[in-house]
């Protein structure tokens, strides 16, 4: 037996929110009201009082049988409700620690869910895992009603928890978790049906008939035991859908290819798949989590290496680990799911959800899998941000957040972390009224991501503790650390600039951008060397551990080329700072043209710049593929955030004028994520010498404000230095207001 001689040895069970454990001792006799807060919002100008409109804030109140509370104000309804929950647990002396209970315990609960997910009540409700049992019921013959393993491990949240919570190694290792169910599925025989040698489970008794009529199905007057769907009886013959999916091939040498899944509404999604892998059906199929957001369906199919999943009847507590399978690992598929993935794959937007009853697809294109490639980097995701993955780039600083486009640095930091399965980035303020305080409140850091911190208001935007409002009026100064854990809380990377701004939102936002610029260095080039990984990250005031820093990113290595490795896209990199635009801005371009006359209102730096462009692949027997087109492309002149080679010859231009040039190309990825057509792009690419060809239009720039240019050519801002002057000549005069000091 599994659980034998375990009695002592716990299972972490994953903790509940402040808000689920008040669920669970009071139900519905907990009434959550939520209020939204209006305040003014300070204009970050020390001396001038100018009140202007806030963000919308929300406070909650919570109102149980023995007390009521009232929490702090925050930007989102959800975090209200939660340190609201978490202060009437502290005021009715709950405890809201992790619990743990015996490993007999959680298997008794695993076993327990499993039987669930094969009873009446489960086959009809609106459940993923519930429409995979509809079609099961729908295969023809003796296929009918087994249901591969591997789907009730990944389309059950619950059962896939439980084991999770015997094993935290099934989280990274896809086929740890079909062992489990295949033994709890073992111990319910007389109920669930198994096989050693194949991983299906199926229920032994029928369902009955008008449990069947409730979950849409009906069975075929021929066969009892063949279901068939109502569309079909109607129309007597089966409906068929063509779904395009992509197939990732396990050699790196191999292109990616896309293919048509032919469905059938009588049939089942995944025995399509496993044909199309080779495979003889659905159980002989694993599938990956979802690739991109959580509630996604897109996901990775790929063989099961059933022959080397642990025996059903070895010793759980002695032989966790699945011996290493027989093949070849797919990087790139490996890299998109962010777990180890064998052989060949295909990656397909198909499944149940819980919305509907009905099957849920849409195609995906190669050019959506080039985008899911470079949406795993920081550069990739600016670029996808702005709809230009071939004219923006990363920016290289942080201006304001007017001048910002695109997703903003601390939006793309989380991102970044939640796509490669890290634990989100801990953001923490420190004012300078509070370094310099000698007060026992001095050095106190506040963590801007604590949604359930005490006593808390807003100010620009971000969350500060009530002291350091009074900093923000009085005319201190923000710094930000950032710290960037893995899953198991191992700290990877730590970022902590020196720069202190007057907002303590721009700290924020410019600590966030240090970070994703160090982080793009490595995924323009995993093999970079270490020692100039370390000159970089010493440049922007980060630290990082190598080992666990490794260990992270380790599938990005033998696949990344979103930069060349010496010069890239104009930008040579520098051992002891970011990437920064190439002195020789006219490397790699060829054949400028400029046509127009001259206005005389030209970009200068710190300039918003509007074009118009478009990006074609052109050939040397001049065949002309266009990629990307833009109508009103906006970025900031010398920031950073766009193609060196367009900015470069957008400075030589007036406001009217038209250019066309030609540039080296771009890495593959770039290509193929922007191109439309994917096999007439591969066919250009494999037998023609190729170039990019930019034309642009300038439409308008914007002069930057007074204040703008101050703090470029000014350091510190004139601003600054005339209230330092003006608090300076207050105290050498003892003047009791500026009001009395400027009157004499």
Same mark, same amino acid.
């Given at each position: 037996m599994?659980?034998?001689?375990?009695?002592?040895?716990?299972?972490?069970?994953?903790?509940?929110t402040?808000?689920?454990?008040?669920?669970?001792?009071?139900?519905?006799n907990?009434?959550?009201?939520?209020?939204?807060v209006?305040?003014?919002?300070?204009?970050?100008c020390p001396?001038l009082?100018?009140?202007?409109?806030?963000?919308?804030?929300y406070?909650?109140?919570l109102?149980?049988? @023995?007390i009521?509370?009232v929490?702090g104000?925050f930007?989102?309804?959800?975090?209200?409700?939660?340190?609201?929950a978490e202060?009437?647990l502290?005021?009715?002396?709950?405890n809201?620690?992790?619990?743990s209970?015996?490993?007999?315990?959680?298997?008794?609960?695993?076993?327990?869910?499993?039987?669930?997910l094969?009873?009446?009540?489960?086959?009809?409700?609106l459940?993923?895992?519930?429409?995979?049992l509809r079609?099961a019921?729908?295969?023809?013959c003796?296929l009918?009603?087994?249901?591969p393993?591997?789907?009730?491990?990944?389309?059950?949240?619950t059962l896939?928890n439980?084991?999770?919570s015997?094993?935290p190694?099934?989280?990274?290792n896809p086929?740890?978790?079909?062992?489990?169910?295949m033994?709890?599925a073992a111990?319910l025989?007389?109920?669930?049906?198994?096989?050693?040698?194949?991983?299906?489970?199926?229920?032994q008794n029928?369902?009955p008939?008008e449990?069947?009529?409730?979950?849409?199905?009906q069975?075929?007057p021929n066969n009892?035991?063949?279901?068939?769907?109502?569309s079909?009886q109607?129309?007597?013959?089966?409906?068929?859908l063509?779904v395009?999916?992509?197939n990732?091939p396990?050699?790196?040498?191999?292109?990616v290819?896309?293919?048509?899944?032919?469905?059938?509404s009588?049939?089942y999604?995944?025995d399509?798949?496993?044909k199309?892998?080779g495979?003889?059906?659905?159980?002989?199929?694993m599938?990956?989590r979802?690739?991109g957001?959580a509630?996604?369906?897109?996901?990775?199919?790929?063989a099961?290496?059933k022959?080397?999943?642990?025996d059903?009847?070895?010793?759980?507590?002695h032989?966790?680990?699945?011996r290493?399978? @027989?093949?070849?690992?797919?990087a790139r598929?490996?890299?998109?799911?962010?777990?180890d993935?064998?052989?060949?794959?295909?990656?397909a937007?198909?499944?149940y959800t819980w919305?509907?009853k009905d099957?849920?697809y849409?195609d995906?294109s190669?050019q959506?899998?080039?985008?899911m490639?470079?949406g795993k980097?920081?550069?990739?995701?600016?670029?996808?941000?702005?709809?230009a993955?071939?004219?923006?780039?990363?920016p290289?600083?942080f201006?304001?957040?007017?001048?910002?486009?695109?997703s903003?640095?601390?939006?793309m930091l989380c991102?970044?972390?939640?796509?490669?399965?890290?634990?989100q980035?801990i +953001?923490?303020t420190?004012s300078s009224l509070?370094?310099?305080?000698?007060s026992?409140?001095?050095?106190?850091?506040l963590?801007v991501t604590?949604?359930?911190?005490?006593?808390?208001?807003?100010?620009?935007?971000c969350?500060?503790?009530?002291?350091?409002?009074?900093?923000?009026?009085?005319?201190g100064s923000?710094?930000?650390?950032?710290?960037?854990?893995s899953k198991?809380?191992d700290?990877?990377?730590?970022?902590?600039p020196?720069?202190s701004?007057?907002?303590?939102s721009?700290s924020?936002q410019n600590a966030s951008?240090?970070a994703?610029l160090?982080?793009?260095?490595?995924?323009?080039d995993?093999?970079?060397p270490f020692?100039r990984?370390?000159?970089?990250a010493?440049?922007?005031?980060?630290?990082?551990e190598p080992?666990?820093?490794v260990e992270?990113?380790?599938?990005?290595?033998?696949?990344?080329?979103?930069?060349?490795n010496?010069?890239?896209?104009?930008?040579?990199?520098?051992?002891n700072?970011v990437?920064?635009?190439?002195?020789?801005?006219?490397?790699?371009?060829?054949?400028?043209?400029i046509?127009g006359?001259?206005s005389?209102?030209?970009?200068?730096?710190?300039?918003?710049?509007?074009?118009?462009?478009?990006a074609s692949l052109?050939?040397?027997?001049?065949?002309?593929e266009?990629?990307e087109?833009?109508d009103? +492309?906006e970025?900031?002149?010398?920031s950073?955030a766009?193609?060196?080679?367009?900015?470069?010859v957008?400075?030589?231009?007036?406001?009217?004028q038209?250019?066309?040039f030609?540039?080296?190309?771009?890495?593959r990825?770039?290509i193929?994520?922007?191109?439309?057509d994917s096999?007439?792009?591969?066919?250009l690419?494999?037998s023609?010498t190729?170039?990019l060809?930019?034309?642009?239009?300038?439409?308008?720039?914007?002069?930057p404000?007074e204040?703008?240019m101050?703090q470029?050519l000014f350091s510190?801002?004139?601003?600054?230095?005339?209230?330092?002057?003006a608090?300076?000549?207050?105290?050498?005069s003892?003047?009791t207001?500026?009001?009395k000091?400027l009157m +004499?």
């Amino acid at each position: 037996m599994e659980t034998e001689g375990a009695s002592s040895v716990t299972v972490r069970k994953t903790s509940c929110t402040p808000k689920a454990i008040i669920h669970q001792n009071f139900g519905p006799n907990a009434c959550y009201k939520v209020e939204e807060v209006h305040e003014s919002a300070e204009n970050g100008c020390p001396g001038l009082a100018i009140v202007q409109k806030g963000p919308c804030l929300y406070r909650c109140t919570l109102q149980l049988p @023995e007390i009521t509370v009232v929490s702090g104000i925050f930007k989102k309804k959800k975090d209200a409700e939660q340190s609201a929950a978490e202060l009437a647990l502290e005021k009715l002396r709950i405890n809201p620690a992790t619990k743990s209970s015996s490993l007999p315990e959680t298997w008794d609960g695993l076993v327990s869910r499993l039987k669930y997910l094969f009873s009446d009540e489960f086959l009809s409700s609106l459940h993923p895992l519930s429409g995979h049992l509809r079609a099961a019921l729908q295969r023809d013959c003796h296929l009918a009603g087994l249901i591969p393993a591997c789907a009730i491990a990944v389309f059950d949240a619950t059962l896939s928890n439980l084991c999770k919570s015997i094993d935290p190694k099934v989280e990274a290792n896809p086929f740890l978790i079909i062992s489990y169910v295949m033994r709890a599925a073992a111990k319910l025989t007389g109920f669930i049906a198994s096989s050693e040698g194949e991983l299906w489970i199926r229920r032994q008794n029928p369902y009955p008939p008008e449990i069947i009529e409730l979950s849409s199905i009906q069975q075929n007057p021929n066969n009892p035991e063949i279901i068939v769907s109502p569309s079909d009886q109607q129309s007597g013959s089966p409906e068929i859908l063509m779904v395009e999916a992509i197939n990732i091939p396990c050699s790196l040498e191999k292109t990616v290819e896309r293919v048509f899944l032919n469905l059938t509404s009588s049939g089942y999604f995944l025995d399509v798949i496993a044909k199309q892998l080779g495979l003889l059906e659905a159980a002989d199929l694993m599938i990956s989590r979802p690739v991109g957001k959580a509630s996604s369906e897109t996901r990775l199919h790929f063989a099961a290496p059933k022959q080397y999943l642990l025996d059903i009847s070895s010793d759980l507590l002695h032989a966790k680990e699945v011996r290493s399978f @027989e093949g070849s690992l797919n990087a790139r598929a490996s890299y998109l799911s962010g777990q180890d993935i064998y052989g060949d794959a295909i990656l397909a937007t198909i499944g149940y959800t819980w919305r509907s009853k009905d099957l849920f697809y849409e195609d995906v294109s190669v050019q959506s899998y080039y985008r899911m490639l470079i949406g795993k980097t920081p550069s990739g995701l600016y670029r996808l941000s702005r709809g230009a993955i071939l004219a923006a780039d990363l920016p290289l600083a942080f201006t304001t957040n007017a001048k910002w486009k695109g997703s903003l640095p601390r939006e793309m930091l989380c991102t970044f972390c939640r796509q490669h399965r890290l634990s989100q980035p801990i +953001f923490s303020t420190l004012s300078s009224l509070e370094e310099s305080s000698d007060s026992s409140q001095s050095h106190k850091k506040l963590r801007v991501t604590d949604l359930i911190a005490k006593d808390t208001q807003h100010a620009n935007g971000c969350v500060v503790s009530a002291g350091s409002k009074e900093t923000v009026e009085s005319g201190g100064s923000f710094r930000c650390e950032i710290k960037v854990y893995s899953k198991f809380q191992d700290l990877i990377l730590e970022c902590s600039p020196k720069e202190s701004f007057k907002k303590q939102s721009d700290s924020v936002q410019n600590a966030s951008l240090k970070a994703l610029l160090w982080l793009d260095i490595y995924f323009r080039d995993p093999n970079v060397p270490f020692e100039r990984l370390k000159a970089s990250a010493d440049g922007l005031d980060i630290r990082f551990e190598p080992k666990i820093f490794v260990e992270a990113f380790m599938l990005c290595q033998p696949l990344h080329n979103v930069g060349h490795n010496e010069i890239e896209e104009g930008k040579l990199v520098y051992p002891n700072s970011v990437n920064v635009p190439n002195a020789l801005s006219g490397h790699g371009l060829r054949s400028l043209n400029i046509e127009g006359p001259d206005s005389g209102i030209s970009p200068s730096n710190g300039s918003l710049s509007c074009v118009s462009y478009s990006a074609s692949l052109v050939t040397e027997e001049h065949l002309k593929e266009q990629l990307e087109t833009s109508d009103d +492309f906006e970025f900031e002149i010398a920031s950073g955030a766009v193609n060196p080679h367009l900015e470069s010859v957008l400075i030589q231009m007036s406001v009217g004028q038209s250019a066309c040039f030609i540039v080296d190309l771009p890495p593959r990825e770039l290509i193929f994520a922007a191109a439309d057509d994917s096999a007439r792009m591969l066919s250009l690419l494999s037998s023609k010498t190729c170039c990019l060809e930019y034309t642009i239009r300038l439409l308008r720039v914007t002069e930057p404000l007074e204040d703008r240019m101050e703090q470029a050519l000014f350091s510190p801002p004139l601003a600054k230095q005339r209230v330092e002057y003006a608090v300076q000549s207050i105290k050498e005069s003892c003047a009791t207001t500026l009001v009395k000091k400027l009157m +004499f």
